[in-house]
Structures are given as structure tokens and as C-alpha cells.
């Protein structure tokens, strides 16, 4: 009888044997054209998936025309992008593409070319929406910009250069880019503060603006609306617009006409990186002060509490708490998480609406001149500004105390409080003077209106409505 220890050893050396001719396959050279095939096939799997995102979203991206009057030729005419997002036929576009002009126009992919009306716009966040009435129409549907990954694939789609229904690739470059002057594809050396973007390596040109970034599964992930680049064409670094803020500007404008925004009460600071690496956090925002007797005092927030999200939307820094707060509807109760001496918490704030406080802080009562022309009250008003350490400028000038739904100095980006000191560089001393003025002016002749808002100057172009 063979000892145990024999077996063992018989077992594992037959066990050997049995291996050799696996372990000599697996040896051999690997076939060159099995290793082709592979690749080859794991590239038309990319390639199907781009087709099958380009088919869906094609059908809801349309070429807009705008023109400043019904007889402008292509010098007197701007154009750019937009998407179907409803099957009643309300289209999302960029604001700074339909604020060239009155006409707007739009061909679908399927070549037919009808007239669009406005519904509103939303110049803080570059949204607009217009509308056509038209059926056999395909709606997009919008993806959870929040779920959206650095280095995935997207295509972003639009006319550049007039380029319709043009497809172009790459991937998300980062998220939640903020805080920078970008410039508007086409529109030379103008900038443009905007709020927060996805950015792509997607090639974005002029008359991409407006049109959607999208995932995959061919849904809108983003408004391509910037670019940075030295000569106006695309150089690798795309913006777009995160569904989720376009989305909710888009049901605002589309149920009310305009946006109504959030407002916490809070003064804020950055939180320092090294500060949210020894909490163990992405990122947060600081409340430096808490202003008056607002959402944020009421919720039970204090200075020095770390906010780290608001209504489920993560606030990594300023750019986001400030989007997070704009998006949350004026009176409704919205979460807020944060760190309080290193512990989480959740408080729950209900948001007042930011331009009525803008209103009582800027004392604007009910009184004051409608200028029915450009849809806004105002109210005569002398300005102290300090020029320098010894010399204080007294600005003569009109505070805009209201604003008409879907005037003209709404649609153009006019807010209350702004503080109006010239129109087409003249200095005005009665609202009443700025209606003559306005009624001697010939149809759809644009003016110019210089204001600040804060301590920024600023001004915007708009058309007047007509007198009768």
C-alpha cells in the first residue's frame, strides 16, 4: 500500500502533466487577426453608439434665423441653434442668439421653415424660449445633468457656420466652471459673465449657441452657449449650460413668462481647500454674514455654518450655493445640509423671492412714471457715487422700481433696482422727457439704455414698443 505522502505526490505530478498542453496554448503567440477583429469591433460599438445619439437628437435640433426687421438681408441677420423640449412646440435657445432681433425664424430638420414667437428669456443664465406652432414634431428629453461624469462622451450638435444639423464629438472636461468671462461664439472680442458649465472638448463654433450637448443615449446633458479661444473659432474648450438649470429656467418662462429667483439671505465665503480636505468634502460654502431676518436666520442658520448642499444639489462653491438658491422657487420649503463645529446637519428654509428683496433693500416703493414704450416704472433719483477718495459724483438718473411681464426691458435683461443715467448718451431729468423722446423715434428704431447695477456699469439695446 503506497504511503499518503506518495498518492499526494503522484496526484500533483499527473495534475502537471495534465497542465502542460493549456499552459503551451496559452504560451502561443496570440492571432494577429483575432486581436484586429477585437479592436475592430469594440470601435464600431463606439461608432453605434454615436449614431444611435446623433438619430435620436437630430430631429429636435432647429437652424434660428433672427433679424432685426422683415427687411434685413443676411448682413442685418443672426443665427444660431436651438432644441424642440416640448411636443407643444417650445423651443430652448440661447438669449444672447434671439436678442439681435424681433423676427425669428426657424427650420426644422425636415426642412420646413416657420415662424417663431418669444416666450421669454433669462439673460443671467443665457436662456431663452420661443416657440412655434407646428405638429409632427420630435421633443428632446433632458438627462440628470447632476449624474454627468468628467470623461464621458458627448456630442454636441447645431450649425456652425450655418452648418445645419452638424455632429461633432468628445468628451465632458470638467464640471461646475464658473465664475469667468467666456466669449459667444461669432461675437469677436464681447464676454459674457455667466453663472456655471459643463465643459467640452466638443468642437463649439459660431452658430453652435443654442444648440444641445447631449450623452450617449442622445438626451440633453447642456445649452452650448461659449467658448475660449484666440481667433472665434473652437480651440478644445466648449461651455455648455447644465440641463438642470436650463431646464428649470425653461419651465418658469414657459408657466409664468419670467424667472422668479431665490434669495437666502446669507453673505458667503469661499471654504478654503485645505479646510474641506480635513473635513473630508468636496467643497462648501461659508456663511460669513447672515442679512437681516431672512430664510436663513428663520431655518436656524448662523455665521460660520459650512453649506455643502440645497435642495439636494451639491454647493461646492459660490458659483453652485448661488445656483442651487436661484433655483429654488420663492415661498416653497427647500433642504439645506451643512457643517456645523465639524458635525452634519440639515435645517429646512423657505426662500424669499430675491427681487421683492431687492426692492425693500433698495427702498422702492409703488410710486413712480410707467414708461409703457419699454414696459418699466421708474423713479427720479440722484446718485452718490465716490470717484475717488475726495471727490463724490452726484449722478442724476431714474432707480427702475417695476418691470411689465414680456416688455421689452424685461426681454432685454432691464431688473429692479438697476439705475438708469442715460439713453442713446443723453441725461434725462423727467420720465416724461424720456417718453417724448421715445415717441419721436421712427418703428423698431433700437435704443441704447446705460445703467448700473451695483457698482458695475452696464448697458443694453433694446427695441421700443410702439407708441399706438
Known sequence: ??????????????????????????????????????????????????????????????????????????????????????????????????????????????????????????????????????????????ADSEAVRVGQWVLAVGSPFGFEQTVTAGIVSAKGRGSASLQLPGRGTNTQKLQEFIQTDAAINPGNSGGPLVDLHGEIIGINTAIISRTGSNNGLGFAIPADIAKAVMEQIIETGRVERGWLGVDMNPLSPMLAHKLDIDGGVVIKEIVGDGPAKQAGLIAGDIITAVGGRTTENIVRLSNAIMLTKPDEPVEIEFIRDTKPMKATAIVSNRDEEIRIAQRVTDEGVHIDMIGAKVQPRLLRREQSRRRIETLPGFLVSDIDYNSPAELRGLEIGDFIFQIDGQVFESAAEIEDYLRELPDEHPIRIRFYRGRQTMYVDLVPASAG
Open 1 to 142: 500500500m503506497k504511503s499518503p505522502r506518495l498518492m499526494l505526490t503522484t496526484t500533483i505530478a499527473l495534475w502537471a502533466l495534465a497542465l502542460i498542453p493549456t499552459l503551451a496554448i496559452a504560451a502561443l503567440p496570440t492571432d494577429p487577426d483575432s486581436t484586429q477583429k477585437r479592436a475592430i469591433d469594440m470601435a464600431f460599438n463606439i461608432s453605434d453608439a454615436f449614431e444611435y445619439a446623433s438619430e435620436k437628437i437630430e430631429p429636435s435640433v432647429v437652424h434660428i434665423t433672427v433679424r432685426a426687421s422683415l427687411q434685413s438681408g443676411k448682413n442685418g441677420q443672426g443665427v444660431g441653434s436651438g432644441v424642440i423640449v416640448d411636443p407643444r412646440g417650445y423651443i430652448i435657445t440661447n438669449n444672447h442668439v434671439i436678442e439681435t432681433g424681433r423676427y425669428i425664424t426657424v427650420r426644422l430638420a425636415d426642412g420646413r421653415e416657420l415662424n417663431a414667437r418669444l416666450v421669454g428669456t433669462f439673460p443671467e443664465t443665457d436662456i431663452a424660449v420661443i416657440k412655434i406652432e407646428a405638429d409632427d414634431i420630435q421633443p428632446a428629453s433632458f
